[in-house]
């Protein structure tokens, strides 16, 4: 199983990201997805995610400005990021597992992508 994160880059306040993510060897359809970041000198934190039926969660810091979405046919789970801050900068990884809960442990997870740089600077 491989999962692969892509859609990073360098932006500025107030611009827009999306991100994706996909993997290989599994079908995402029924399975939860988590979207994590971890900025430079601080903890990874869970920043939103989404069921098999397509229930969403978001951290605080996020909601009104991310939104997560699947599409089962490309196997494939989206993260738009828009009005994005400087505090949103990081690598953000995707995770594939069985719950998307509140909490966003990250032992619900199983499967990793390596992440994708998202930066904004001002």
């Known amino acids: 199983v491989q999962v692969v994160e892509s859609g990073g880059g360098l932006v500025q306040p107030g611009d827009s990201l999306r991100l994706s993510c996909t993997a290989s060897?599994?079908?995402?359809?029924?399975?939860?997805i988590g979207w994590f970041r971890q900025a430079p000198g601080k903890e990874r934190e869970g920043v939103s995610c989404?069921?098999?039926?397509?229930?969403?969660d978001y951290a605080d810091s996020v909601k009104g400005r991310f939104t997560i979405s699947r599409d089962n046919a490309k196997n494939t789970v989206y993260l738009q990021m828009n009005s994005l801050k400087p505090e949103d900068t990081g690598v953000y990884h995707c995770?594939?597992?069985?719950?998307?809960?509140?909490?966003?442990?990250?032992?619900?997870?199983?499967?990793w992508g390596q992440g994708t740089q998202v930066t904004v600077y001002s």
């Open positions: 060897g599994l079908s995402l359809d029924y399975l939860a």
């Open positions: 995770a594939v597992g069985s719950l998307c809960r509140g909490e966003r442990k990250e032992s619900d997870y199983p499967y």
């Open positions: 989404i069921t098999g039926a397509g229930q969403t």
